[in-house]
């Protein structure tokens, strides 16, 4: 079952904030991560100097979170605050709990009074997640190559090997332009970079019904999709001929969207299963995104 985040539409929990400190004042670093089979990018990290974690990088989403299961068995985590009527993907009628004070060390990153939410879900083999907000202020690389996210005070010399896009970002949501093959129409669409989605596309209800897209494109299955509370959609999975990010084509893209379920989807998505076919490289405020195809650039497309 895949897995959606609680802000795909905007939930409506509050955003704390954190102190962070650098070790040795050296920001640049380089942290190993792990690429599952799911498309989960998986970072480790050390919580309250005690409780080893696995954490989702999330590149849609600003909080640090922690699944029910892996709550259970941190030591140094307690729970003491509670919001109800929280918004996500899939409902309105979620209850988030959450810690205060708390200590995060990525890499030689550390994150001083920091709220963590409690979750249902988080992607497979995860214990969490955690959004780019941990690396404000510095260029971020991510390396599938390597398996290294790399950050660096300024942008590496070597980008000018990369093609570099101009994002547009709202509330810390980072979100790129592309092109999209529907029968013989090109048609050029805004889609949210969306790490903790691990198929490639899903599509905005107002895109489906503009380009009928039920009627238009090969219909491939169905599948259901979790957001972090464990609310379920089934969603229609097809396949379009291409889909351009600049000069790079993906031919053959499959696809997802709820046909019929107009204002349930107001975003569309652009997930792991693309975004790992390249190196990237985001500037530090995160107006510019660089990418560079890599060795998965060809690979066939997940079928979970």
């Given amino acids: 079952m895949q897995i959606l985040s609680r802000v ?3 939930a409506t929990v509050l955003c704390t904030g954190f102190t962070a400190t650098f070790g040795q004042n050296k920001p640049a670093q380089t942290i190993p991560f792990r690429l599952t089979a799911y498309n989960n990018l998986v970072i480790p990290a050390l919580l309250n100097q005690q409780d080893s974690v696995r954490l989702m990088l999330h ?3 600003s909080d640090v979170t922690i699944t029910e299961e892996a709550a259970r068995r941190m030591k140094s985590l307690s729970f003491d605050g509670q919001v109800d009527s929280v918004q996500s993907w899939g409902g309105n009628a979620n209850t988030a ?3 205060k004070h708390n200590q995060l060390r990525v890499g030689t990153l550390l994150l001083n009074d920091l709220t963590i939410w409690k979750n ?14 941990l690396f404000d202020g510095l260029v971020i690389m991510v390396d599938f190559d390597r398996n290294q996210l790399k950050t660096r005070n300024k942008l590496p010399q070597n980008a000018s090997k990369y093609q570099k896009f101009k994002l547009e970002v709202q ?3 980072m979100f790129l332009q592309a092109v999209c093959l529907i029968g013989s129409d090109s048609v050029e669409h805004t889609f949210l970079i969306h790490t903790g989605y691990g198929g490639s596309v899903l599509f905005d209800d107002d895109f489906v019904k503009t ?14 999709l979790s957001d972090a509370y464990g609310n379920v959609l089934i969603t229609k999975k097809g396949t379009i001929p291409g889909f351009l990010i600049g000069d790079f084509k993906l031919d053959d893209l499959p696809v997802g969207f709820f046909e019929g379920a107009i204002g349930q989807q107001s975003i569309s998505v652009l997930g792991s299963d693309v975004l790992k076919r ?25 079928t979970f």
Avoid: C, V
């Avoid at 380009?211 to 259901?224: A, F, S």
């Fill in 211 to 224: 380009h009928q897209l039920g009627q238009r494109i090969p219909i491939t299955g169905e599948k259901k």
């Fill in 97 to 99: 709990d959450f810690s």
């Fill in 171 to 173: 509330d810390d949501m």
């Fill in 59 to 61: 590149t849609a989403a």
């Fill in 278 to 302: 390249f190196n990237w490289i985001i500037d530090a405020d995160r107006s510019h995104i660089y990418l560079k195809p890599n060795g998965l650039f060809k690979t066939r497309f997940a």
């Fill in 8 to 10: 795909l539409l905007g």
């Fill in 120 to 133: 249902q879900h988080s992607g497979q083999e995860t214990d969490g997640k955690a959004g780019l907000s």
